[in-house]
């Protein structure tokens, strides 16, 4: 876990391509105080969850899904 970095991209769920996350904060309405507290959670340099907002489309579950880890942040 780390808080977020000017450059960081991720691919939101139901996304096919990347999208940078000062880009998503923006979408989202994020005030600048938050954004700077943002926490995500990654899988070596690739992001999965930005916490408590938006997963990955590479971790969603799917039909074929048969084990998966539930991430509570508080």
């Known amino acids: 876990?780390?808080?977020?970095?000017?450059?960081?991209?991720?691919?939101?769920?139901?996304?096919?391509?990347?999208?940078?996350?000062?880009?998503?904060?923006?979408?989202e309405k994020i005030d600048v105080f938050t954004k700077n507290n943002q926490w995500l959670l990654l899988d070596g340099n690739r992001i999965i969850w930005v916490c408590g907002r938006r997963i990955s489309d590479d971790i969603k579950i799917t039909s074929k899904t048969r084990k998966f880890g539930k991430f509570i942040f508080k």
């Open 1 to 27: 876990m780390r808080l977020w970095e000017k450059g960081d991209r991720f691919q939101p769920i139901g996304m096919k391509g990347s999208k940078k996350l000062s880009d998503f904060f923006i979408d």
